[in-house]
């Protein structure tokens, strides 16, 4: 199996700055894509960025310029580097990946999530 562990997330005033990271452990063979995903408070879950496995990148309008999205195939890390965090930026954000096992199956895999609230 394949486990996603989000960290980083925490209480940020309007401003500032918060980097999330995501550690992928398992039965892995190749990561494909990787991804973050929010989704706030009454709200459904949206995409925030994604990175090909060639590093190929792609944001939310709502994000660019904002947030950068970045991966470390050695250690099977994606990260999210969050600038300029606004109140509507307060959500969980979840790391999304497409993963090919040890044993040649493809799957989509979710962390739990981690929590930023963006309040002063």
Do not use: H
Request: a neutral charge.
């Amino acid at each position: 199996q394949v486990l996603l562990v989000e960290s980083g997330g925490g209480l940020v005033q309007p401003g500032g700055s918060l980097r999330l990271s995501c550690a992928a452990s398992g039965s892995i063979f190749r990561i494909y894509a990787m991804g973050w995903y929010r989704q706030a408070p009454g709200k459904e879950r949206e995409l925030v960025a994604t990175i090909s496995s060639g590093g190929s990148t792609n944001y939310a309008d709502s994000v660019k310029g904002r947030f950068t999205i970045s991966r470390d195939n050695a250690k099977n890390t994606v990260t999210l580097q969050i600038n300029s965090l606004k109140p509507e930026d307060t959500a969980v954000y979840y790391c999304n990946e497409e993963v090919m096992t040890s044993d040649y199956v493809n799957g989509d895999y979710w962390g739990k999530g981690t929590l930023v609230i963006v309040s002063s």
